[in-house]
């Protein structure tokens, strides 16, 4: 234990501490508000892209596969057909859509015009 002459500078040790440990705290609290903000927002997001998913719609799941939605049998499973071949429909969860196209919003380049 060591031992000061002067007692004013053993608190403001004690004190610097607290107000470090006070620091890290709140910093802590600053992060974790931020990341669940953030988790709710993309849940949200993602709530929403599950609602709207309509037969027609070209989807990519998040295994990678392109298809297109041919029924939305429940709340929780589609219909998809992949490729060209029409035998190949295949019901799986909404949660595996990964990217949705709505539609006849796809968009006409120059290079797609001149194939």
Not at 22 to 34: A, D, L, Q, R, W
Not at 80 to 104: D, L, S, T, Y
């Amino acid at each position: 234990m060591i031992l000061l002459t002067n007692g004013t500078q053993a608190a403001s040790g004690a004190g610097s501490i607290i107000l470090l440990v006070g620091y890290i705290v709140i910093m802590i609290f600053v992060f974790s508000f931020i990341s669940k903000r953030s988790q709710k927002k993309q849940a949200a997001q993602q709530d929403e892209l599950f609602r709207s998913l309509e037969p027609g719609d070209n989807i990519m799941t998040t295994s990678g596969f392109y298809g297109t939605i041919l029924d939305v049998v429940d709340d929780t499973t589609i219909i998809v057909e992949f490729g060209n071949n029409k035998n190949c429909r295949i019901p799986m969860h909404k949660k595996a859509v990964a990217q949705v196209e709505k539609a006849g919003t796809a968009e006409v380049t120059e290079e797609d015009s001149k194939n």
